[in-house]
């Protein structure tokens, strides 16, 4: 029996994905924070936090370490779980356990939950042989048990009425009551449902299997007790007169954690803790703010800290054990979470500098700096230092992507963030942080081997928001500290030993600056334009003519860059997207030879950060692409006629018959103008070309289709039908002949729109019976897009897709129309393939082939 979900209304769904909606939400949360921190925290002084912070109990730090560990213990059975319900006996339990303690650990310090929790899932799953509807069944999986975990804690506290709870939820007890029924009664009703039979669940186009009642039962255990453990690594630091009531408490804590998801901030920071001080009514409590503090220590740091050492540990050992390294499962599991894990390094580091930047340094070292540094030396120590958390923040997307030059760029940042840290204060903790960051990522060198051309300091939208919402209760955080402080247009001017509140608020301006700076390149640069075309080498023209693949001659169309093997036995062609490196066809030449290149494009792709595709290719090469890991999409069909003993009889082609008799009539002859011989003729056959595009009102192709470009074209032989007495050309089409007499082909046909309109029947008529009369064994009539792909309900979505747009897509584009002229001449049908990254990148890929092909959306409309 299969469940499928019904889709939500087109309003509700453009509200949802909108980018605009996605970045005003943070954007608003983020400024009511300001406000409601500011308000909350008005009467409190940041020596009173610090008091309150060393007065913090062993005992109660103890406990609060206990539950961390005991909820990271409880979520980890998410994995373990969910794989056995959707992935049985394909990954581990041991590797699903460590997957989703390290995963939650850097995913929390993040933030941006909805890139990096399930960014981290997938690149695990996916590298350890999990498809992409595996891994996105085996995460709705764990949030189902997150959500039934909710539920029944929520539910049990309704229906027992708690001391406390009605403060926060402000409703009768008899609709309490009957609202905890509800909640137990959906849920029992779920399980019932459940033990019923095997339950299937459709999702965008992915389908999973939902868990038996057992296991289910188990996933909402790990729920309730992941939750609940959160909750009391926070409770047990709580002040004692505010911790009387933990259902009042978790309520509160549950409206934080979605609060702080909601915002985009990494880890929820300062929207967490505005929420946390706003639901108990805490406002003016010190003792409140040091127990949040210690909070984020225990539960976002302290798991960071060990995840990401554990992970060195594990790289630093299969570095020196290079043997066997791809039969590790250790190795396949760290390597996907090493970029996540550094680009967390980087924004703890920066982060640490820009808050220690806006708190007052210690009196004590400064005196003793005092007699070392002049002041202006310390002033811009300060300075400095804040710029340098600003700018690892900024690179650690850098870090998150791999490249190179991010990962050379933190280290000098963390080397200038050590140096700053001692000449601004004597700050041995924060320095002794730099060099940690620095070792760590040290031991991760050979992650960062790309070196694309972007800048590392350009920022995507949610990555932006990011950012701003870390600065934004960064510099709360400064405002906070020096609340005592009266404003002044003096203090921006003021240069002294003990003027950190002047320190503070020029960093503060530098920062905004820069930042401004940086958003503002970010935007202007969104776009990543196509990378221009190399020359045709005289070793692709020698291979060209060598093959008996009539296609191979559009490399010559010279819009494309080539990679060639070391032994000039064969080339393959690519255009490069500026995102995406894309093949038109297979390698041309020796088969051993276009193996290795396929392999080379691959891994230049890679280096370079970007995705890599081979577009429209035959099953030659299929293994290949199954070894690099990419997937097979049926793209459509090619017909081939076999030319041997070729005549225009039968019913079928009694257009052409008909065409070609007319045209002779009317005084019509075929010709085949020699290549030599075109450039006489290229004037009167530009003005045919211009005229059938204008009847078109379409635009030139590119990439996989020819243009009217004449240095193109006089490549050339071409079939013309010319009027006898005038001499004038109503119709042409240029012939790609291939070696040994194996395949004739054409790729520009245009026609006179105000010519005979069986001009183009006859040509190809007459091409035909030509090609054959030549001794070629094939005509190659091109492809039939989305044909030929099975519309099953079992097919692939990819399938279901293609098949849909060519029964349905004949008002944009006449696919089967296509395909029916050509199954005129009875050929013979070959699949036409796509070799892309498979999940999300598929979408993306086909669009940088649009891209290449018309140029983007508005030309594929056109």
Not at 31 to 43: I, S
Not at 45 to 57: C, E, P, R
Not at 361 to 379: T, Y
Request: proline residues 4%.
């Amino acid at each position: 029996m299969t469940a499928k979900v019904t889709p939500l209304p087109t309003r509700v769904t453009w509200f949802l994905e909108n980018p605009l909606i996605r970045i005003a939400v943070p954007v608003l949360i983020m400024g009511l924070t300001l406000f409601v921190l500011h308000k909350l925290a008005t009467d409190v002084s940041w020596n009173d936090v610090k008091s309150d912070f060393g007065h913090a109990t062993p005992r109660s730090i103890a406990f609060a370490i206990g539950w961390m560990v005991l909820s990271f213990a409880a979520l980890s059975f998410y994995d373990v779980l969910a794989v056995r319900s959707v992935a049985p006996g394909q990954v581990p339990a041991r590797i699903a356990r460590y997957a989703g303690m390290a995963g939650t650990a850097i995913s929390n310090l993040l933030g941006l939950s909805y890139l990096t929790g399930t960014a981290v899932r997938y690149r695990i799953y996916a590298s350890l042989g999990l498809d992409l509807s595996k891994v996105a069944g085996l995460i709705a999986t764990s949030w189902i048990a997150f959500w039934l975990g909710l539920l029944a804690i929520l539910g049990v506290l309704l229906c027992a009425h708690p001391v406390g709870l009605s403060t926060v939820l402000p409703i009768s007890p008899g609709f309490e009551m009957g609202l905890g029924l509800a909640l137990l009664a959906a849920l029992a009703g779920l399980f019932f449902w459940l033990a019923r039979g095997g339950r299937r669940l459709t999702l965008g186009g992915f389908g999973f299997d939902l868990p038996a009642p057992g296991l289910a039962a188990r996933l909402m255990g790990a729920g309730v007790g992941d939750l609940i453990c959160a909750a009391l690594t926070l409770y047990v630091l709580m002040p004692s007169d505010l911790a009387h009531s933990f259902p009042w408490f978790f309520v509160v804590f549950t409206g934080a954690i979605a609060f702080g998801v909601l915002s985009h901030a990494p880890g929820g920071l300062g929207v967490f803790e505005a929420t946390m001080i706003a639901g108990l009514g805490a406002g003016g409590r010190s003792d409140v703010l040091a127990a949040l503090v210690l909070y984020r220590l225990v539960y976002f740091v302290l798991p960071f800290i060990v995840a990401v050492a554990s992970l060195a540990v594990i790289w630093l050992r299969n570095q020196r054990l290079a043997v066997g390294r791809s039969v590790s499962w250790v190795y396949r599991l760290a390597r996907p979470i090493v970029p996540l894990a550094s680009s967390g390094i980087a924004l703890l580091a920066g982060t640490i500098l820009l808050v220690s930047g806006n708190l007052p340094a210690d009196d004590e070292r400064l005196g003793v700096l005092r007699d070392i540094l002049p002041m202006s030396f310390i002033e811009a120590s300060h300075l400095v230092g804040s710029v340098t958390g600003l700018l690892l923040v900024v690179i650690s997307r850098g870090l998150y992507r791999r490249l190179f030059r991010a990962w050379a760029i933190a280290m000098f940042l963390m080397g200038v963030g050590f140096v700053a840290s001692l000449a601004k204060g004597l700050d041995w903790g924060e320095a002794a942080s730099m060099l940690t960051t620095i070792t760590l990522l040290g031991a991760f060198r050979s992650v960062f081997y790309r070196v694309e051309t972007a800048s590392v300091f350009r920022l995507n939208g949610a990555w932006m928001v990011s950012i701003l919402a870390l600065l934004a209760a960064v510099f709360w955080i400064g405002l906070f500290a020096y609340s005592h402080v009266d404003y002044s247009n003096e203090l921006w001017w003021q240069f002294a030993l003990h003027s950190d509140a002047s320190r503070f608020l020029r960093a503060s301006l530098v920062i905004a600056l820069i930042m401004a700076g940086i958003a503002l390149n970010s935007v202007l640069n969104t776009r990543t334009r196509p990378r221009g075309a190399m020359p045709i080498p005289d070793i692709v023209r020698k291979l060209v003519a060598q093959s008996e693949d009539a296609e191979a001659q559009i490399a010559l169309l010279g819009d494309k860059n080539f990679l060639i093997s070391d032994d000039g036995r064969a080339y393959i062609s690519f255009g490069d997207t500026g995102r995406s490196l894309i093949t038109k066809g297979e390698p041309v030449g020796d088969y051993d030879a276009g193996c290795q290149l396929i392999w080379q494009l691959r891994e230049k792709a890679d280096k370079a950060g970007k995705l890599c595709a081979f577009y429209a290719v035959t099953p030659r090469y299929l293994p290949t692409y199954l070894d690099l890991g990419l997937s097979i999409l049926k793209i459509g069909e090619v017909a081939r006629v076999d030319l041997q003993g070729f005549t225009l009889d039968g019913s079928e082609k009694k257009d052409f018959r008909h065409a070609r008799s007319r045209m002779m009539r009317d005084g019509y002859v075929f010709s085949i103008i020699p290549s030599d011989e075109v450039a006489a003729i290229l004037p009167e056959l530009r003005g045919i070309s211009d005229r059938w595009l204008a009847s078109k009102q379409g635009e030139e192709k590119a990439f996989a289709l020819g243009c009217f470009d004449e240095a193109y074209l006089g490549n050339f032989d071409h079939a013309v039908m010319r009027h006898t007495e005038t001499g004038r050309i109503t119709a042409f089409a240029n012939l790609m002949r291939s070696a040994h007499h194996h395949e004739l082909s054409l790729d520009l046909m245009r026609h006179d729109p105000d010519g005979p309109k069986m001009a183009m029947d006859a040509l190809f008529g007459e091409m035909l019976m030509w090609g054959s009369a030549q001794g070629y064994r094939w005509f190659c009539l091109g492809a039939a897009p989305f044909a030929g792909l099975d519309n099953h309900q079992l097919s692939s979505l990819w399938n279901r897709i293609g098949g849909f747009v060519y029964a349905h897509g004949e008002q944009f584009y006449h696919f089967e129309g296509l395909r029916a002229f050509k199954q005129k001449f009875a050929p013979v049908w070959t699949p036409n393939y796509l070799a892309c990254p498979g999940g999300l990148a598929t979408p993306r890929v086909l669009y940088e082939v649009n891209t290449l092909i018309s140029g983007g959306l508005r030309g594929l409309i056109r």
